[in-house]
Nanobody, 122 residues
Framework: QVQLVESGGGLVQAGGSLRLSCAAS????????VGWFRQAPGKEREFVAA????????NYADSVKDRFTISRDNAKNTVYLRMNSLKPEDTAVYYC???????????????WGQGTQVTVSS
């Protein structure tokens, strides 16, 4: 089992940037693909980005493509989500999740963090 803790959320103006971190402990983190998901108030959870075990493959939701970048440092057991050109519609609680499948669907990831709030003001 792996434990995940997100950090780096906060309040930012539209057009600004944030970098979220997902720190892992427990089993070997480098064995897991990692995804970022988000959930805005009153909306369903949605896929944001994913990165493969080695970091060689990444995938993004169309809504964040070219603005967000996912990366990982297996030596530090950490995955990052760099978010640029933030928009008010990016406001949500952001969750990282780990699993054995490089996927875009929540149930493919059995391990989840507690989430970090990102608020983008207009």
């Amino acid at each position: 089992q792996v434990q995940l803790v997100e950090s780096g959320g906060g309040l930012v103006q539209a057009g600004g940037s944030l970098r979220l971190s997902c720190a892992a402990s427990g089993r070997t983190f480098s064995n897991y693909a990692v995804g970022w998901f988000r959930q805005a108030p009153g909306k369903e959870r949605e896929f944001v980005a994913a990165i493969s075990v080695t970091g060689g493959r990444t995938n993004y939701a169309d809504s964040v493509k070219d603005r967000f970048t996912i990366s990982r440092d297996n030596a530090k057991n950490t995955v990052y989500l760099r978010m640029n050109s933030l928009k008010p519609e990016d406001t949500a609680v952001y969750y990282c999740a780990a699993g054995f499948v490089f996927g875009t669907i929540g149930f493919q990831y059995p391990y989840w963090g507690q989430g970090t709030q990102v608020t983008v003001s207009s």
